[in-house]
Structure formats: structure tokens, C-alpha cells
């Protein structure tokens, strides 16, 4: 399906607009808003450049390929694809966002070996597990052919996969992952193909599994081992790498593989060095010391007489989540021609000492290639806020808790907050022990509760003209802030938040030419307390809350959650059976866009059927208690008409929220 529009527009501000790197908990009092403030207080143009900025309108628009200098209103294209029948949550997919990342990562490497004179050249492969979707893997390997990019299988499905998709002359594959026979006779009967197909040893055990196939079709392998380095990375994966990490082979298990492959007359089929301490790192550091440890290895390996011709270097290149450029997890603190320069550089400085040829170098950036390309367009459709009013000066004859909470309400000063707030809490602690025995009515009790809240509101308030906010009442932006509910599952769309507490980049994608007033943490649809997101990103740390607009009864109000391509859709699962989004591939043509692809997302009865139900047969179990309901009288035939038509369009209709 192809649908052509979209007008071309300048974007409303300049890539190279500076970041507003704020100390936390200042309180900003601005004439007036603007674009350019929501960029700032979105920290947009850190993680989005240079594929999303805020226009002068306040919208958020979309470069995919900056080069060409070509903007999408993410808002106007929402609306027009709503407009077409497609219900949110939608996943939007910039296709051309993908070859732009393929472009820079090859382009920098190339970069590197012109700098450093190195000898040899660079292969990319984007390892399919990170976003197994066809559409993508197929945008891969057509924006990747220009660069003899290629594919990583960590698995006997994903190599199927990787067999289909890299039909190019000299395409290469890596085979990763744990392997059977099977699995390893296809790799070796697809080295015959007119395309490179390395299979990786991970564990000693496969070098016999690969022995016996090799005798069984008759084909030398083309073998690489995988190193479990000693260097560890950082963050959440670290045990990727070190004595315990769950792949690879320990210096003596490679000397094993070496003096077997020897003493079969096969010591040239080992041609590869992998390696791999973990995604994300965020700190320039770790790579640096596993690229000086693998490249020994490497010169070592061919040392000891293996026809060594490849070092891959595996993935780990970060994206920026936050934008704030530093070793947080969320983040990186290196550029990615820093990236390319040190594996160039320990490479060639190892190999030229040991006067040993250098290798073709390979790496598995997936999360780099995919990360930026899909957008999550989510609607709020609710909101939960308390608002408890002024507080009422309590009657002569009113309890004394009362009369000193509403002293202490009046008393709140800049000057006196953290005391304020003890002499509330104490207040409430009294009042739920005298209720507790029996000497305060519930009533009472009430009036206490809500006249401490209206302390806390008001010692909020008070806080936002400090420059200092003492850690107790850090609290209270989340404790009084509202939820906004919206039309989504995290646990399809963004597992990783509820799995790790992963941080993305989220947003209004309209309305940014006004300032959002509201203090807002997100839920989800389904009935399960984790289906929360209450840690957002911010450029000196992780916030609890998101600076969102009031809402409308007459505009609808949009959210996007951005750098969510990697991972995320393959993870997601059926929480509620919350199905598989809609989802859109959207690529620039010299009139504007189109859109090339659309892929409905899961109806109820799709997602039934999963779990081992027959739509048929349950339409015919409720015509059935229906038929019996209106022979005894208990409904009328246009209520069960009614009944059966709303049962079956709903086994047809999208699994989240629509419009009536």
C-alpha cells in the first residue's frame, strides 16, 4: 500500500540549538513560552538530533535523512493516518532514519582507517535479534548493499531469516548463538552460496558438532571462535563479558580449538575472532580495554598458524537516551567516530608490532542502526488528579489537630518548608493513631487528611522559588502529581521500562509553543500496578514525573515515544492480551513522503487465537446461553441482537481503545 503527502517544511529551529543544562530543582519563572523552551525542557535536541526538533509551531518534526533537509510533521501525519482509519497506539517506522545510521556508522569507520592508513576494511553486520521485522531487515539489507553491509544470526530461526534476506553477491552472514547439527549443516551447505558465511564457536562443545557436519556434507567450515574476554563492560550488561559470562571460550578453550583444528589438517578454517562485553555501554573506556585484549588474542591466534582475515568486534555502541552525554547508563560519553578511531587504532598498533596482517573488521551495532528509527505515537485519553480546593478554616469547636494543621497551613514560608512539612506529617500520624483506638470520628480523620495535603501542595509550590530543595520533600512532585492515562500496554510497546527501567526520550508531539503546567506520571490500559512509567529522562538526572499540558475536552492530546526501534517490539508480549500495534514505514520521496508499508496491528480474535481460542466457537457458545436467555424470557431478540453484533465486531476491532 502506498499513500503519498506530506508538505515540506523548514524545521523551526537549528540542529545546532543549545541544550539548556539546567541544575536541578532551579525554578525557571519565563516570560511567556516558546518553542525553543520545550526543546529545552524535552532536552530534544540532545538525544534527537539531528532526526527531531520542534518546529516554530510547536510541533515535533522528523528529518529522517538530514542530508536532504526534508522535515515530517509528526503531528499533521498523525492525524492524516487517523484520518485513514489508522487507530493509535501506532508505531511509526522513518525508514530513511535507517540508512542515515548505516551511512554514519560506515562512514565513520571509513573515516578512521583513511586517518590511521590501516590496510584493511570494514563490514557491519546489524544482528537480527534486535529487531527481527521483515520490513526492517529487508530496509537493512537494501540501504546496507552500498556498503557490503551484512546480517548476524543468533539463532536457527534468525539464520533462516538471514538466508532469505542477504540475496547480495559477497553478502555476509555471522552465525552466533547455540547451535545444533542442523543449524550448523545449513550454515556450511550456505558457504557454497556466492556469499560469506561464518559459523562462530561459543562453546568448545560445538567444535565436535561442527566436525561431524563438515564430514556429513562434505564442506570445510568457515569458522570463527567467540573470546571471553576478561575486560568487562558497563551498566546492565556487563556480565556479558568476564569469567562468567554466559558465551564464548577461555584462552585455553581456544588453544584447544587450535591444536584440534591442527591435528585434523583444518587450522585454516578458523578465520574469525568475536567478542562481546555487553549492549549499551556507555563509557568510551571498557571498549578501549577490550579492543587492546581482543586484538592480542587476534595476533596471537594467526601467530599460532589459524588464517586469521576477520575481528569482529560484536555490539555495545550506546545511543543516547537522555542527551546528556555522559557514562550514565542511559548514555554515552563518546562520539561515534571516537568509537570507529579506537578499534582502528589498538587494531592496527597490535598487528603492525607483531608484523601480522590486519583483519577485515566487523561489528554488530544493532541497537545504534535501529534505536532511532521507530516513533510510538500514544493518545491520553484520562487523567487522574486530586484536588482537594482551599482549605477551610476550622470551626471554634474542632479538634486541635485541625487548628494546628490550619496554623501550620497559613505559617508555610520559603523559609520554614522542611519544618512545615514535619509538623503536618506529625499531625497525620497523630490523627491515624486517635482514629485508630477510637478518639477521632472518620469524618475528622478526613478533614486531617485533606488539610495535609493541602500543606503538601502548598510546600510544593513554595519549593519551585528555591534553588535548593531538601532530599525528604523531593517527593512531593510525584506524591501530588496527576496520571494521565493512556491508550497503550508498556508491556507490549516498551518492556524494557518494566523490565530494566530502561529510559526513553517521551514527549508531547504538539502544543510545545505553550507551557505544560501539569506534573504527570503515565499509565497504561492494563490491570497490573507495573503498567507505570514514573522515571523520565532529564539532563542531571532521572525525573519521577513529565511536564505535560492540561487536557482538552476538544483537541485530542499526543505523547511520542522515541529511540524505541531496538528490541522493544520483539519483546513485548500479550499482558491482557494487548495485541501487536499498528504500524507504518514512512520514507521521503522528492515531493514530500509516502507511506510504504502499513501493517495492521492485532485484532482481538489474532490475539485468541495465540492463546488457543476459536473466535467461531465462541461466538456459538454465547448465540447458544443468548437462545436460551430469550426463551426464557429474561431478554428480548433486539437484545440479543445487539449483544451478538457487539460481540462480533469486537473479535474483529483493534485490541486497544478506538473511536466510536
Same mark, same amino acid.
Given at each position: 500500500?502506498?499513500?503519498?503527502?506530506?508538505?515540506?517544511?523548514?524545521?523551526?529551529?537549528?540542529?545546532?540549538?543549545?541544550? $539548556?543544562?539546567?541544575?536541578?530543582?532551579?525554578?525557571?519563572?519565563?516570560? #511567556?513560552?516558546?518553542?525553543?523552551?520545550?526543546?529545552?525542557?524535552?532536552?530534544?535536541?540532545?538525544?534527537?538530533?539531528?532526526?527531531?526538533?520542534?518546529?516554530?509551531?510547536?510541533?515535533?518534526?522528523?528529518?529522517?535523512?538530514?542530508?536532504?533537509?526534508?522535515?515530517?510533521?509528526?503531528?499533521?501525519?498523525?492525524?492524516?493516518?487517523?484520518?485513514?482509519?489508522?487507530?493509535?497506539?501506532?508505531?511509526?517506522?522513518?525508514?530513511?532514519?535507517?540508512?542515515?545510521?548505516?551511512?554514519?556508522?560506515?562512514?565513520?569507520?571509513?573515516?578512521?582507517?583513511?586517518?590511521?592508513?590501516?590496510?584493511?576494511?570494514?563490514?557491519?553486520?546489524?544482528?537480527?535479534?534486535?529487531?527481527?521485522?521483515?520490513?526492517?531487515?529487508?530496509?537493512?539489507?537494501?540501504?546496507?548493499?552500498?556498503?557490503?553491509? #551484512?546480517?548476524?544470526?543468533?539463532?536457527?530461526?534468525?539464520?533462516?531469516?538471514?538466508?532469505?534476506?542477504?540475496?547480495?553477491?559477497?553478502?555476509?552472514?555471522?552465525?552466533?548463538?547455540?547451535?545444533?547439527?542442523?543449524?550448523?549443516?545449513?550454515?556450511?551447505?550456505?558457504?557454497?552460496?556466492?556469499?560469506?558465511?561464518?559459523?562462530?564457536?561459543?562453546?568448545?562443545?560445538?567444535?565436535?558438532? =561442527?566436525?561431524?557436519?563438515?564430514?556429513?556434507?562434505?564442506?570445510?567450515?568457515?569458522?570463527?571462535?567467540?573470546?571471553?574476554?576478561?575486560?568487562?563492560?558497563?551498566?546492565?550488561?556487563?556480565?556479558?563479558?568476564?569469567?562468567?559470562?554466559?558465551?564464548?571460550?577461555?584462552?585455553?578453550?581456544?588453544?584447544?580449538?587450535? +591444536?584440534?583444528?591442527?591435528?585434523?589438517?583444518?587450522?585454516?578454517?578458523?578465520?574469525?575472532?568475536?567478542?562481546?562485553?555487553?549492549?549499551?555501554?556507555?563509557?568510551?573506556?571498557?571498549?578501549?580495554?577490550?579492543?587492546?585484549?581482543?586484538?592480542?588474542?587476534?595476533?596471537?591466534?594467526?601467530?599460532?598458524?589459524?588464517?586469521?582475515?576477520?575481528?569482529?568486534?560484536?555490539?555495545?555502541?550506546?545511543?543516547?537516551?537522555?542527551?546528556?552525554?555522559?557514562?550514565?547508563?542511559?548514555?554515552?560519553?563518546?562520539?561515534?567516530?571516537?568509537?570507529?578511531?579506537?578499534? =582502528?587504532?589498538?587494531?592496527?598498533?597490535?598487528?603492525?608490532?607483531?608484523?601480522?596482517?590486519?583483519?577485515?573488521?566487523?561489528?554488530?551495532?544493532?541497537?545504534?542502526?535501529?534505536?532511532?528509527?521507530?516513533?510510538?505515537?500514544?493518545?491520553?485519553?484520562?487523567?487522574?488528579?486530586?484536588?482537594?480546593?482551599?482549605?477551610?478554616?476550622?470551626?471554634?469547636?474542632?479538634?486541635?489537630?485541625?487548628?494546628?494543621?490550619?496554623?501550620?497551613?497559613?505559617?508555610?514560608?520559603?523559609?520554614?518548608?522542611?519544618?512545615?512539612?514535619? +509538623?503536618?506529617?506529625?499531625?497525620?500520624?497523630?490523627?491515624? $493513631?486517635?482514629?485508630?483506638?477510637?478518639?477521632?470520628?472518620?469524618?475528622?480523620?478526613?478533614?486531617?487528611?485533606?488539610?495535609?495535603?493541602?500543606?503538601?501542595?502548598?510546600?510544593?509550590?513554595?519549593?519551585?522559588?528555591?534553588?535548593?530543595?531538601?532530599?525528604?520533600?523531593?517527593?512531593?512532585?510525584?506524591?501530588?502529581?496527576?496520571?494521565?492515562?493512556?491508550?497503550?500496554?508498556?508491556?507490549?510497546?516498551?518492556?524494557?521500562?518494566?523490565?530494566?527501567?530502561?529510559?526513553?526520550?517521551?514527549?508531547?508531539?504538539?502544543?510545545?509553543?505553550?507551557?505544560?503546567?501539569?506534573?504527570?506520571?503515565?499509565?497504561?490500559?492494563?490491570?497490573?500496578?507495573?503498567?507505570?512509567?514514573?522515571?523520565?529522562?532529564?539532563?542531571?538526572?532521572?525525573?519521577?514525573?513529565?511536564?505535560?499540558?492540561?487536557?482538552?475536552?476538544?483537541?485530542?492530546?499526543?505523547?511520542?515515544?522515541?529511540?524505541? #526501534?531496538?528490541?522493544?517490539?520483539?519483546?513485548?508480549?500479550?499482558?491482557?492480551?494487548?495485541?501487536?500495534?499498528?504500524?507504518?514505514?514512512?520514507?521521503?520521496?522528492?515531493?514530500?513522503?509516502?507511506?510504504?508499508?502499513?501493517?495492521?496491528?492485532?485484532?482481538?480474535? +489474532?490475539?485468541?487465537?495465540?492463546?488457543?481460542?476459536?473466535?467461531?466457537?465462541?461466538?456459538?457458545?454465547?448465540?447458544?446461553?443468548?437462545?436460551?436467555?430469550?426463551?426464557?424470557?429474561?431478554?428480548?431478540?433486539?437484545?440479543?441482537?445487539?449483544?451478538?453484533?457487539?460481540?462480533?465486531? $469486537?473479535?474483529?476491532?483493534?485490541?486497544?481503545?478506538?473511536?466510536?
Amino acid at each position: 500500500m502506498t499513500i503519498h503527502g506530506g508538505k515540506l517544511m523548514a524545521s523551526g529551529l537549528d540542529a545546532a540549538t543549545d541544550v $539548556s543544562r539546567r541544575a536541578p530543582n532551579v525554578s525557571e519563572q519565563p516570560v #511567556g513560552w516558546s518553542p525553543e523552551r520545550s526543546a529545552q525542557r524535552y532536552q530534544i535536541t540532545g538525544w534527537g538530533s539531528p532526526y527531531f526538533q520542534v518546529n516554530a509551531r510547536g510541533q515535533v518534526e522528523v528529518t529522517p535523512n538530514p542530508d536532504r533537509q526534508q522535515c515530517i510533521n509528526l503531528y499533521d501525519l498523525t492525524l492524516e493516518l487517523r484520518a485513514r482509519g489508522l487507530e493509535l497506539p501506532l508505531l511509526i517506522r522513518f525508514s530513511d532514519i535507517v540508512g542515515d545510521r548505516i551511512r554514519r556508522l560506515n562512514e565513520a569507520f571509513g573515516k578512521a582507517i583513511t586517518e590511521y592508513e590501516y590496510p584493511g576494511t570494514y563490514r557491519g553486520v546489524f544482528p537480527v535479534k534486535v529487531n527481527q521485522q521483515r520490513h526492517l531487515v529487508e530496509e537493512i539489507v537494501r540501504y546496507g548493499r552500498a556498503w557490503n553491509f #551484512g546480517l548476524e544470526a543468533g539463532s536457527k530461526p534468525e539464520l533462516l531469516i538471514a538466508l532469505a534476506a542477504m540475496q547480495d553477491v559477497g553478502g555476509l552472514i555471522i552465525c552466533n548463538g547455540y547451535k545444533d547439527q542442523k543449524y550448523i549443516e545449513t550454515a556450511l551447505v550456505a558457504q557454497k552460496f556466492d556469499k560469506t558465511v561464518i559459523v562462530v564457536l561459543e562453546r568448545i562443545e560445538e567444535l565436535d558438532i =561442527v566436525i561431524k557436519a563438515s564430514e556429513k556434507v562434505g564442506i570445510r567450515p568457515f569458522l570463527g571462535v567467540r573470546a571471553k574476554l576478561t575486560t568487562r563492560g558497563v551498566g546492565r550488561w556487563a556480565d556479558s563479558a568476564g569469567d562468567r559470562a554466559k558465551f564464548g571460550l577461555t584462552t585455553s578453550e581456544m588453544v584447544e580449538v587450535v +591444536d584440534r583444528l591442527s591435528e585434523l589438517g583444518m587450522l585454516d578454517c578458523l578465520q574469525l575472532l568475536h567478542f562481546h562485553i555487553g549492549s549499551q555501554i556507555s563509557s568510551i573506556i571498557p571498549i578501549k580495554n577490550a579492543m587492546q585484549e581482543a586484538s592480542n588474542i587476534y595476533v596471537e591466534l594467526a601467530k599460532m598458524g589459524a588464517k586469521m582475515g576477520y575481528l569482529d568486534v560484536g555490539g555495545g555502541l550506546a545511543v543516547d537516551y537522555d542527551g546528556s552525554k555522559t557514562d550514565f547508563h542511559a548514555s554515552k560519553n563518546y562520539q561515534l567516530e571516537e568509537y570507529a578511531a579506537d578499534v =582502528v587504532s589498538h587494531v592496527q598498533a597490535a598487528c603492525a608490532k607483531a608484523d601480522v596482517p590486519v583483519p577485515t573488521l566487523v561489528s554488530e551495532s544493532g541497537r545504534a542502526i535501529a534505536a532511532h528509527h521507530s516513533v510510538l505515537v500514544l493518545e491520553v485519553v484520562g487523567q487522574s488528579q486530586v484536588r482537594f480546593g482551599e482549605p477551610v478554616e476550622p470551626r471554634p469547636d474542632a479538634h486541635r489537630l485541625l487548628k494546628e494543621l490550619f496554623e501550620t497551613y497559613g505559617g508555610i514560608q520559603p523559609k520554614n518548608v522542611q519544618e512545615s512539612y514535619h +509538623d503536618a506529617s506529625q499531625a497525620k500520624e497523630e490523627a491515624q $493513631s486517635l482514629f485508630k483506638y477510637g478518639y477521632l470520628s472518620l469524618r475528622e480523620r478526613a478533614q486531617v487528611e485533606r488539610l495535609f495535603w493541602n500543606c503538601c501542595e502548598k510546600i510544593h509550590q513554595t519549593l519551585k522559588r528555591l534553588k535548593f530543595v531538601p532530599e525528604e520533600l523531593q517527593h512531593l512532585d510525584k506524591n501530588l502529581s496527576a496520571i494521565y492515562y493512556c491508550n497503550f500496554s508498556l508491556f507490549q510497546s516498551a518492556p524494557d521500562i518494566w523490565a530494566i527501567d530502561h529510559l526513553f526520550p517521551i514527549m508531547p508531539i504538539h502544543r510545545l509553543d505553550e507551557e505544560p503546567t501539569v506534573s504527570a506520571t503515565l499509565a497504561d490500559l492494563t490491570c497490573d500496578s507495573d503498567g507505570m512509567i514514573d522515571h523520565f529522562i532529564d539532563v542531571e538526572d532521572v525525573k519521577s514525573t513529565l511536564a505535560v499540558h492540561t487536557l482538552s475536552d476538544t483537541e485530542s492530546y499526543f505523547l511520542g515515544m522515541f529511540l524505541n #526501534g531496538a528490541y522493544q517490539e520483539i519483546l513485548g508480549d500479550l499482558h491482557n492480551l494487548f495485541g501487536d500495534t499498528n504500524a507504518i514505514h514512512v520514507e521521503l520521496t522528492d515531493n514530500g513522503y509516502q507511506i510504504g508499508h502499513v501493517i495492521k496491528g492485532d485484532s482481538i480474535s +489474532d490475539v485468541l487465537r495465540y492463546v488457543e481460542y476459536q473466535p467461531e466457537n465462541m461466538v456459538e457458545a454465547v448465540r447458544r446461553q443468548a437462545e436460551r436467555a430469550v426463551s426464557q424470557g429474561r431478554i428480548t431478540n433486539e437484545q440479543m441482537r445487539t449483544l451478538l453484533q457487539h460481540y462480533e465486531e $469486537s473479535l474483529r476491532s483493534y485490541t486497544y481503545l478506538t473511536e466510536d
